[in-house]
């Protein structure tokens, strides 16, 4: 999907495992994440292709 090649790369995502899930144009996040700050970037990127109208966050932070 766009949103999860926005994800390839981005250093703030380094170990997360993310599962995207469009519908409607409303993506859903779901999975790890190590950081907040991870959490808060793949949120930023779901947003970013056009036609997205809502992002539901389901990720969780795990630092293991």
């Known amino acids: 999907?766009?949103?999860r090649w926005l994800?390839?790369?981005d250093p703030s995502l380094d170990g997360?495992?993310?599962?995207v899930d469009t519908k409607r144009r409303v993506v859903t996040l779901d999975g790890k994440v190590a950081?907040?700050?991870g959490?808060?970037?793949a949120n930023e990127l779901a947003s970013y292709?056009?036609?997205?109208i809502k992002v539901v966050d389901?990720?969780?932070v795990d630092r293991d």
């Open 58 to 60: 389901k990720l969780k």
């Open 7 to 9: 994800f390839v790369g």
């Open 1 to 3: 999907s766009k949103v």
């Open 39 to 41: 959490r808060a970037r």
């Open 16 to 19: 997360s495992k993310i599962d």
């Open 49 to 52: 292709p056009d036609g997205v």
């Open 35 to 37: 950081t907040e700050e």
